[in-house]
């Protein structure tokens, strides 16, 4: 008695689906260690490590913790950190005076980790938002109706040197001025730091996935609660063509590698950039995209650790050659 229902197929996909082993064989993307960099939040003084609400198991950390952590991310195999201070309210002002003062925590913080681990890639970011009392990244035109984009740049490149100096491998400019990485290549090659790369947010998007990130540096002024909105220099999240115009820019100013931000929610973008450059990409999984998938969790909607690898799975799929995410640790851990 023939089967009534049995198709004459050609092709049937699930073949190669029917064993772990065999989906194993035919699996495309596969996360390590490596891929992932990790964002550390530092602050000034002995204190214990300060949570983030918004932010479950990441802490502001003192210089000597963040040490601590950087090793401990070094034996999971993770390569690199990008450092983000926060600032005593007190030390910012309207100029970001702080982003030059060479003893600034930032370049503190640094040192003391490449002392410790010299092996380890340090990243620093170059924008003025965790130094400015209005929290924009970069100073305000006489008027302060707008972010004065040139001489923004100039502070930009000074402060790109200090950080050079300081021993960052990469420096990754977060402001979004028009022609700032020409500029910061410019100023490194003058000083002499040519081995210095620039790690640069080319396509960083106005998005509201920053929310938790403002509350850790405590920048959430500039958020757009003003009459100033960080959308005169961020991209806007409806356009995909002008990514490609940024991401090009970028490398022709001399970018090493070009950073997509946000990554989840801009995995066409990741995609498009991927096909336009071939300098490597990086991913930004942000503050609120980490946010999520912890508050989903917490109501018991979501399994974590399978969100977790999926969302960083999808990114590094996309096209992206590495990723900043606040799962680094987590996910080193996990990967071993
Ligand atoms: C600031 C900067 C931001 C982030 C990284 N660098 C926030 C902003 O532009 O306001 C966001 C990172 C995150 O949300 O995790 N130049």
Known sequence: MPDPFKLELSHRPRRLRRTASLRAMVEETVLRSADFIAPLFVVDGKGPPEAIASMPSVFRLNIQDLVKECRALAKLGVPAVALFPKLDASLKDDEGTQALNEETLVLR?????????????????????????????????????????????????????????????????????????????????????????????????????????RDAVGSAKAAGTNLLSKATYQMNPANRREALVEAALDVAEGADIIMVKPAGPYLDIIRDVRNATQKPIAAYQVSGEYAQLHAAAKMGWLDLPRTRHESLLAIKRAGADMILTYFAKTMAAELR
């Open 109 to 213: 913080a640094v040192r003391a980790v490449k002392k410790a681990l010299p092996q380890m890639t340090v990243i620093t970011d170059v924008a003025l938002d965790p130094y400015t009392s209005h929290g924009h990244d970069g100073v305000l035109t006489a008027a302060r109706d707008d972010v004065a984009n040139d001489r923004t740049v100039g502070i930009l490149a000074k402060m790109a040197v200090l950080q050079a100096q300081a021993g960052v491998d990469l420096v990754a400019p977060s402001d979004m001025m028009d022609g700032r990485v020409g500029a910061i290549r410019r100023a490194l090659d003058a000083a002499d730091f040519t081995g210095v790369g620039i790690m640069a947010y080319s396509v960083k998007f106005a998005s509201a996935y920053y929310g938790p990130f």
